[in-house]
């Protein structure tokens, strides 16, 4: 079945760094890309997603790519600020299935 | 801006007893979920409902679970004769769209506590 594999397990940076978390899919069916975002004890939040005829998406501060060829996608953050810090999430869906397959989780910290 | 809510944010049983969790999706969503979260684990899919009945379920969900939609606006998830195991956090969520189409929004979550 389809696997997804998130790296890396923690990731600390220093406020106005960048920040990129990568994530790698099994199944080439798939075809929409959410991230999310969990702050502790908190729901995920939608942050942003990407779909599989779209290379490169930008919001603000946040960007996610993906190459659908070597099958993996990744979550950029410009000019991190200590609200950041959360533990992100990618996911993906195959086409015709309704279920997010999430990776593991990168719990990201900002330092101040 | 409209969310989907769950009730209660926790609930502790006993092992052996039936919980049933309930959520109240975005109301003009058609597609509901429930998914789980083991502490400091990744969160795991259970289950997606749509037009009143199981569209797909994962290895999780046997026959201890149950889903329903009892009314217009409720969906639940019934565990029955809770196991240790079943302690996690289950999040319900529900979309516009549907397979491999929409976006999916995320309840607050029940924390489930078996003892």
């Known amino acids: 079945g389809e696997n997804v594999e998130q790296h890396p397990s923690t990731l600390s940076v220093q406020e106005g760094d960048s920040a990129v978390i990568k994530c790698t899919y099994s199944?080439?069916?798939?075809?929409?890309f959410p991230w999310y975002k969990q702050e502790l004890g908190k729901r995920p939040q939608l942050i942003i997603d990407?779909?599989?005829?779209?290379g490169e998406k930008k919001d603000q501060r946040i960007a996610v790519t993906l190459n659908k060829t070597a099958k993996h996608f990744s979550l950029h953050i410009t000019e991190t600020q200590p609200e950041d810090s959360a533990v992100y999430f990618c996911?993906?869906?195959?086409?015709?299935?309704?279920?997010?397959?999430f990776g593991s989780g990168t719990r990201l910290l900002v330092r101040p | 801006e409209p969310e989907v809510t769950q009730t209660p944010s926790h609930q502790v049983t006993q092992m052996g007893q039936e919980v049933i969790l309930r959520c109240v999706p975005i109301?003009?969503?058609?597609?509901f979920y429930w998914y789980r979260q083991i502490l400091g684990q990744k969160v795991e899919f259970l289950v997606s409902?749509?037009?009143?009945?199981?569209?797909?379920k994962s290895e999780i969900f046997d026959d201890q679970f149950s889903v329903e939609r009892p009314d217009g606006s409720n969906f639940t998830l019934k565990i029955r004769s809770t196991k240790l195991e079943d302690s996690a956090m289950y999040f319900c969520?529900?979309?516009?769209?549907?397979?491999?189409?929409?976006?999916?929004?995320f309840g607050p979550g029940t924390r489930l506590t078996v003892t």
């Open positions: 409902f749509y037009n009143n009945e199981i569209s797909e």
């Open positions: 996911a993906a869906v195959m086409d015709s299935s309704y279920k997010l397959i």
């Open positions: 969520a529900s979309s516009s769209s549907g397979a491999g189409l929409g976006e999916q929004y």
């Open positions: 199944d080439s069916a798939s075809n929409y």
């Open positions: 990407i779909r599989s005829n779209v």
């Open positions: 109301s003009n969503h058609l597609y």
